[in-house]
Each structure stands twice: as structure tokens, then as C-alpha cells.
């Protein structure tokens, strides 16, 4: 039996804070042979907005595998350090890299021979771009530190190996072991008339999301179209750019933002949708995209993120969104492509998307490269 520690800043029934919570969550729904999980995480979500957790600073059963230690503010770094001591895990799993209770106390302090960073994304040159003097000041300090000299590190890709390497040094030792999927039954494939388009977007709002290009580039369709955007708010200044832009929308164009989907809630959100759209400037894994895909909606996403190739697949559309003035041209005329399609064509790509991301995740395998990480 092997005892893992994670350390991670939000955990279920925390939701706004996206892709690491899920990948978590769905890493100890899956490994549920020989593993024993203990996940340290706050009683709050993204903002410090409390959630409803029974108990506080002790551990709660989660699973029959997984416990949950939800910590308040007080005291949090000294009772992680006491409960690593405590447990004694086998491995030390910190979630994240900029966060100082969660990240770099555990990695400074905390007692155990065996500590494994998962920089999820956050070494990505798209993300590193967003507030980019603080991370570089943060990145040089940790560097000071020579806390990358305390771990071994977790990629979720090869792609993400190479940005650790080129922050942190070719002798880094990384393990590359991707996220786990959550996969929803392919849905009833949506009726689809040619001139109308239902989009949905899953995300935080957030510039690295680029939501307000594809609002942009709505301006220009002509075609009737319905978008629905799902997710908390992360820059405040950035949405309030994007709600003037959607109130220079035409009629034929109307939008629809909703500010929380929690996970349980997602599968019956994108039924009746035809496109699941997030051009990202990048993303670690894109749970929402898998998500989509695995429910047959086609995606129009960026090649910042891991699924390319989607329009070999007849899965979606990858664009380039690396210029303001070409990304909404692309995604303008890729948005008119969809709508343009009548119930056959678009019931090729509803069957490619679910196709697509079945053929590229296996479990098994996933379960076989956690065993060797958590070796």
C-alpha cells in the first residue's frame, strides 16, 4: 500500500479554480487499488469564497481510499508540516508552484525523502506570460532557494517537460505521466438546421481563455447564434471589456453568461449544444475540451493546447490565436463554418469528436505510469 500526501490549494466541493481540482479529483476516483490518499487543501474556493465542508482541520473520509484535511487559515502551514509528519507518506505530491502554503512550504519544510512537484501548466510560455515580472521574481527566488534541487517533477506531457527543463535545467528529474480524463456517455447528437449555431464555453474568465475575441468575432456572423459561457470570474477588469463588447452584439447574436457550473453539473449543460468553443492561449490538459469531445460536441479550440490534430479527426478545429487581428479572423470564419453545416455534415463531427478522445485515453495505461511515479 502506498500513502500519498497531496498538498493542492482547492479541492471538491471546490470548483471555480478549474482543471487542477478535476485532476485531482479524478486521479483518486481511479486509483483504487493499493494506494492510500491524504489531500491537504483549504476550506475555501478561487477568492477565498468559503464552501460547505462538514468539518474543518481534521480529516474527513472523501472515499474509501481518500481522505480530506480542509484547512482554515490559521495555523495552515504548521498543521500541514505536523500531518506530514504524522502520516509519513511514501510520496509527497505538491500541486501547483506559486502558491506559498500549498507549494513552497511543503517543498521547504515538510518531512519526506520522496517530494514530487506538478507544475500543471504553469511553466507553459502562455502562462508564464500573464503577470509575468511576479513569476519571474518567484521562479529566481525558488531558483535562490534551490527548492527544484528538493523534488522530482511531474509533466503531463512531453511538451511540458521541455518548459520545465528550459525553467529549471536539463538535470531536473521529471516524470511524465498525463491527467486523468473524465469521460461522459456520448449524448444525443442535436438537431441542426444550417444558418444557427449553439456555442458553450466551460471556463475561468480569464484573458488566457480569450473569451473576448470570440465575442469579437460574433460581431461579424451573420448566421443566428446562441452562446453560453459557464465559469467564475478571475480578472474582473478583462470580463467587464468583455460585457461591453457583448453589448455591441447584433440581435442574431445572444449570449448568455452563467458564473458557476459546479462538476456534477456539466454532462446536462453541454446537451443541446452544438460546439464547444475555448481558443486558450494554452492549456495543461483542457479537462473541459476532453469533456466536450467525450459528449460528441466538435471543438474549436487553439494549437496551445494538447489535442491537435482535430480536424483530421473531424473533432473540431485547432486555430492559431497568437495575433488579435488574425485569431479573430480565424475564428470567424471557422465559428460561420459550423454554422453553415446541416444535420448530416455536423453528425460527422459529433461522431469524430467522441471518436477522437476515446482513441487517444486509456486508463490502463494512465494507471500503469501513476504506479511508476508513485513507485
Same mark, same amino acid.
Given at each position: 500500500?502506498?500513502?500519498?500526501?497531496?498538498? %493542492?490549494?482547492?479541492?471538491?466541493?471546490?470548483?471555480?479554480?478549474?482543471?487542477?481540482?478535476?485532476?485531482?479529483?479524478?486521479?483518486?476516483?481511479?486509483?483504487?487499488?493499493?494506494?492510500?490518499?491524504?489531500?491537504?487543501?483549504?476550506?475555501?474556493?478561487?477568492?477565498?469564497?468559503?464552501?460547505?465542508?462538514?468539518?474543518?482541520?481534521?480529516?474527513?473520509?472523501?472515499?474509501?481510499?481518500?481522505?480530506?484535511?480542509?484547512?482554515?487559515?490559521?495555523?495552515?502551514?504548521?498543521?500541514?508540516?505536523?500531518?506530514?509528519?504524522?502520516?509519513?507518506?511514501?510520496? $509527497?505530491?505538491?500541486?501547483?508552484?506559486?502558491?506559498?502554503?500549498?507549494?513552497?512550504?511543503?517543498?521547504?519544510?515538510?518531512?519526506?525523502?520522496?517530494?514530487?512537484?506538478?507544475?500543471?501548466?504553469?511553466?507553459?510560455?502562455?502562462? $508564464?506570460?500573464?503577470? /509575468?515580472?511576479?513569476?519571474?521574481?518567484?521562479?529566481?527566488?525558488?531558483?535562490?532557494?534551490? $527548492?527544484?534541487?528538493?523534488?522530482?517533477?511531474?509533466?503531463?506531457?512531453?511538451?511540458?517537460?521541455?518548459?520545465?527543463?528550459?525553467?529549471?535545467?536539463?538535470?531536473?528529474?521529471?516524470?511524465?505521466?498525463?491527467?486523468?480524463?473524465?469521460?461522459?456517455?456520448?449524448?444525443?447528437?442535436?438537431?441542426?438546421?444550417?444558418?444557427?449555431?449553439?456555442?458553450?464555453?466551460?471556463?475561468?474568465?480569464?484573458?488566457?481563455?480569450?473569451?473576448?475575441?470570440?465575442?469579437?468575432?460574433?460581431?461579424?456572423?451573420?448566421?443566428?447564434?446562441?452562446?453560453?459561457?459557464?465559469?467564475?470570474?478571475?480578472?474582473?477588469?478583462?470580463?467587464?471589456?468583455?460585457?461591453?463588447? %457583448?453589448?455591441?452584439?447584433?440581435?442574431?447574436?445572444?449570449?448568455?453568461?452563467?458564473?458557476?457550473?459546479?462538476?456534477?453539473?456539466?454532462?446536462?449543460?453541454?446537451?443541446?449544444?452544438?460546439?464547444?468553443?475555448?481558443?486558450?492561449?494554452?492549456?495543461?490538459?483542457?479537462?473541459?475540451?476532453?469533456?466536450?469531445?467525450?459528449?460528441?460536441?466538435?471543438? %474549436?479550440?487553439?494549437?496551445?493546447?494538447?489535442?491537435?490534430?482535430?480536424?483530421?479527426?473531424?473533432?473540431?478545429?485547432? $486555430?492559431?490565436?497568437?495575433?488579435?487581428?488574425?485569431? %479573430?479572423?480565424?475564428?470567424?470564419?471557422?465559428?460561420?463554418?459550423?454554422?453553415?453545416?446541416?444535420?448530416?455534415?455536423?453528425?460527422?463531427?459529433?461522431?469524430?469528436?467522441? /471518436?477522437?478522445?476515446?482513441?487517444?485515453?486509456?486508463?490502463?495505461?494512465?494507471?500503469?505510469?501513476?504506479?511508476?511515479?508513485?513507485?
Amino acid at each position: 500500500m502506498k500513502t500519498i500526501f497531496i498538498t %493542492i490549494p482547492w479541492f471538491i466541493p471546490a470548483f471555480k479554480a478549474g482543471g487542477p481540482i478535476l485532476s485531482i479529483a479524478n486521479m483518486v476516483n481511479e486509483l483504487d487499488e493499493g494506494y492510500q490518499f491524504y489531500v491537504y487543501t483549504s476550506n475555501t474556493d478561487l477568492h477565498g469564497l468559503p464552501i460547505a465542508v462538514a468539518i474543518a482541520n481534521e480529516w474527513t473520509v472523501y472515499n474509501d481510499y481518500t481522505k480530506v484535511w480542509y484547512s482554515g487559515k490559521k495555523d495552515r502551514s504548521q498543521q500541514l508540516v505536523e500531518q506530514v509528519k504524522l502520516v509519513r507518506p511514501d510520496v $509527497l505530491y505538491v500541486i501547483g508552484l506559486f502558491d506559498w502554503h500549498f507549494n513552497i512550504v511543503p517543498l521547504l519544510y515538510a518531512d519526506c525523502a520522496d517530494k514530487l512537484l506538478s507544475v500543471r501548466g504553469m511553466l507553459h510560455p502562455g502562462a $508564464l506570460g500573464q503577470k /509575468a515580472w511576479k513569476k519571474k521574481i518567484f521562479l529566481q527566488a525558488m531558483k535562490w532557494m534551490k $527548492l527544484e534541487r528538493k523534488a522530482r517533477f511531474h509533466a503531463t506531457d512531453e511538451a511540458e517537460l521541455g518548459f520545465i527543463k528550459n525553467v529549471f535545467g536539463e538535470e531536473i528529474k521529471v516524470e511524465v505521466a498525463a491527467n486523468f480524463p473524465r469521460l461522459f456517455p456520448v449524448q444525443q447528437v442535436t438537431v441542426k438546421e444550417p444558418g444557427e449555431l449553439r456555442l458553450v464555453s466551460v471556463g475561468i474568465i480569464s484573458p488566457m481563455k480569450n473569451y473576448l475575441w470570440v465575442i469579437r468575432a460574433l460581431k461579424q456572423i451573420k448566421q443566428t447564434m446562441h452562446y453560453d459561457i459557464y465559469g467564475p470570474v478571475k480578472e474582473v477588469g478583462y470580463w467587464e471589456e468583455c460585457l461591453l463588447a %457583448i453589448k455591441e452584439l447584433p440581435a442574431n447574436i445572444v449570449v448568455a453568461y452563467h458564473p458557476e457550473l459546479p462538476a456534477h453539473k456539466v454532462s446536462s449543460k453541454l446537451a443541446g449544444q452544438h460546439v464547444f468553443i475555448l481558443p486558450s492561449k494554452s492549456e495543461n490538459y483542457g479537462h473541459a475540451i476532453v469533456e466536450a469531445l467525450s459528449a460528441g460536441l466538435p471543438v %474549436i479550440t487553439s494549437e496551445g493546447v494538447p489535442w491537435l490534430e482535430l480536424a483530421e479527426g473531424k473533432a473540431g478545429i485547432n $486555430l492559431k490565436v497568437y495575433n488579435e487581428e488574425s485569431g %479573430i479572423r480565424n475564428l470567424e470564419e471557422t465559428i460561420g463554418f459550423f454554422a453553415a453545416m446541416g444535420s448530416e455534415d455536423y453528425e460527422i463531427y459529433s461522431k469524430g469528436a467522441a /471518436a477522437y478522445i476515446r482513441e487517444r485515453v486509456d486508463v490502463g495505461d494512465l494507471k500503469m505510469r501513476y504506479g511508476q511515479m508513485f513507485r
